[in-house]
């Protein structure tokens, strides 16, 4: 994923509306060389459910790991939190994790969920009000890869960062950096951010956990297709493209792939694109750290590491960063 620009240097004149935003990546990424689009469009309300079904397949082992380091490490997570502040996630989903977390936060002021996902992000936020109704919940319907207001009522709080899931993985290092210097100009000086990494490991465990056998990811990959065929008017055939998961060991990535089954041309809003049969999409990149290769890549974006965990068999892990003060 990349960090857009965009938006911020639009004059109020022409405004760019978020499905014109969608249309100029896909057709930019569709007439690229090679072929790419930013996953960040996988996250339609379809495509958040089908996440959710990710979530609890037994190949894709970074929920369930994370979880369990949440629960175990929960006393100490939040003894790094201030007491009143008010949380922001970004990339909330289904705010599972934050339901782990809250045991150990009694003092926590607000949670505020961002999260592309609009339909999606509204619906858990009603959800969690329900469960918590003593916990103020201020959800955002943002990108946070580009400028947005937090809510008026958390203004005065101290904030902390929540970034589980191993989200930053889908974006290139550089990005990454990029992205928690952003985080940081959002949360201030002294702020802590807990957030989520997954784990070099080897390739038979990685490639499984992105090509499962119910064919769940590949239903994930696909749904691109079909939402830009949704919202796009999109003329693809799915059936007519096949996912792809690779470990690409020298980047120390996962790569997803959509390749085309034969040749073809596709159209979306009426210009078209040719693939060559075997040609691909490049869809995702989910990249995996060290312990230390992490450590390295916040403390050039500004941020120092105060704590990391990790589970027994070291799939996963959790760090707790402080930005300079
Ligand atoms: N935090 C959850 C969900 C991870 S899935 C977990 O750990 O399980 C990634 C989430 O980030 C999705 O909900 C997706 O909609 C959201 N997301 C991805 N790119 C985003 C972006 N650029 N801006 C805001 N949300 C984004
Ligand atoms: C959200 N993100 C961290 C997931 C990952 O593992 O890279 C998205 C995903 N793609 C395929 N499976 C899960």
Same mark, same amino acid.
């Given at each position: 994923?990349?960090?857009?620009?965009?938006?911020?240097?639009?004059?109020?004149? %022409?405004?760019?509306?978020?499905?014109?935003?969608?249309?100029?990546?896909?057709?930019?990424?569709?007439?690229?060389?090679?072929?790419?689009?930013?996953?960040?469009?996988?996250?339609?309300a379809?495509?958040s459910e089908?996440?959710e079904?990710?979530?609890?397949?037994?190949?894709?082992? +970074? &929920? @369930?790991?994370?979880?369990?380091?949440?629960?175990?490490?929960?006393?100490?997570?939040?003894?790094?939190?201030?007491?009143?502040?008010?949380?922001?996630?970004?990339?909330s989903g289904s705010t599972?994790?934050?339901?782990?977390?809250?045991?150990?936060?009694?003092?926590?002021?607000?949670? /505020?969920p961002?999260d592309?996902s609009g339909e999606f992000l509204t619906a858990q936020a009603e959800t969690l009000r329900g469960?918590? +109704?003593?916990?103020?919940v201020?959800p955002?319907v943002?990108?946070? &890869?580009? +400028?947005?207001?937090? +809510?008026?009522? *958390?203004? =005065?709080?101290?904030?902390?960062?929540?970034?589980?899931?191993?989200?930053?993985?889908?974006?290139?290092?550089?990005?990454?950096?990029?992205?928690?210097?952003?985080?940081?100009?959002?949360?201030?000086?002294?702020?802590?951010?807990?957030?989520?990494? =997954?784990?070099?490991?080897?390739?038979? *465990?990685?490639?499984?956990?992105?090509? =499962?056998?119910?064919? /769940? &990811?590949?239903?994930?990959?696909?749904?691109?297709?079909?939402?830009?065929?949704?919202?796009?008017?999109?003329?693809?055939?799915?059936?007519?493209?096949? #996912?792809?998961? *690779?470990?690409? $060991?020298?980047?120390?990535?996962? !790569?997803? #792939?959509?390749?085309? @089954?034969?040749?073809?041309?596709? @159209?979306?809003?009426?210009?078209?694109?040719?693939? $060559?049969?075997?040609?691909?999409?490049? &869809? !995702?990149?989910?990249?995996?750290?060290?312990?230390?290769?992490?450590? $390295?890549?916040? %403390?050039?974006?500004?941020?120092?590491?105060?704590?990391?965990?990790?589970? @027994?068999?070291?799939?996963?892990?959790? #760090? %707790?960063?402080?930005? $300079?003060?």
């Amino acid at each position: 994923m990349t960090i857009d620009p965009r938006l911020s240097e639009t004059s109020p004149a %022409a405004p760019i509306t978020e499905n014109g935003l969608f249309l100029a990546d896909v057709w930019d990424g569709l007439a690229a060389n090679p072929k790419a689009l930013p996953a960040k469009y996988f996250y339609d309300a379809a495509g958040s459910e089908l996440f959710e079904q990710i979530t609890v397949l037994p190949e894709y082992y +970074p &929920t @369930r790991t994370e979880l369990r380091i949440l629960d175990e490490r929960g006393p100490a997570i939040a003894a790094l939190l201030p007491e009143g502040a008010a949380l922001v996630e970004f990339g909330s989903g289904s705010t599972a994790k934050l339901r782990r977390l809250l045991r150990h936060l009694p003092g926590l002021a607000a949670y /505020v969920p961002v999260d592309v996902s609009g339909e999606f992000l509204t619906a858990q936020a009603e959800t969690l009000r329900g469960d918590f +109704p003593d916990l103020t919940v201020e959800p955002v319907v943002a990108d946070f &890869t580009r +400028p947005f207001g937090l +809510p008026e009522g *958390v203004k =005065d709080k101290a904030l902390a960062g929540f970034f589980p899931g191993s989200t930053i993985g889908n974006f290139e290092p550089r990005e990454a950096g990029r992205l928690l210097d952003v985080f940081g100009r959002i949360l201030g000086p002294g702020a802590v951010l807990v957030l989520g990494v =997954d784990l070099v490991k080897d390739r038979e *465990v990685l490639e499984a956990a992105y090509d =499962d056998a119910a064919g /769940v &990811t590949a239903a994930f990959n696909l749904n691109l297709l079909h939402r830009i065929n949704r919202e796009l008017d999109g003329e693809i055939d799915p059936a007519r493209f096949t #996912h792809r998961a *690779v470990f690409n $060991a020298e980047a120390s990535r996962i !790569e997803m #792939h959509l390749v085309s @089954r034969r040749a073809q041309t596709i @159209r979306v809003a009426g210009r078209s694109f040719a693939f $060559a049969e075997g040609e691909s999409i490049h &869809t !995702e990149n989910s990249y995996k750290y060290t312990l230390d290769s992490f450590r $390295a890549l916040a %403390a050039r974006a500004g941020w120092t590491s105060a704590e990391a965990w990790t589970d @027994r068999d070291g799939l996963f892990s959790v #760090h %707790a960063l402080r930005r $300079a003060g």
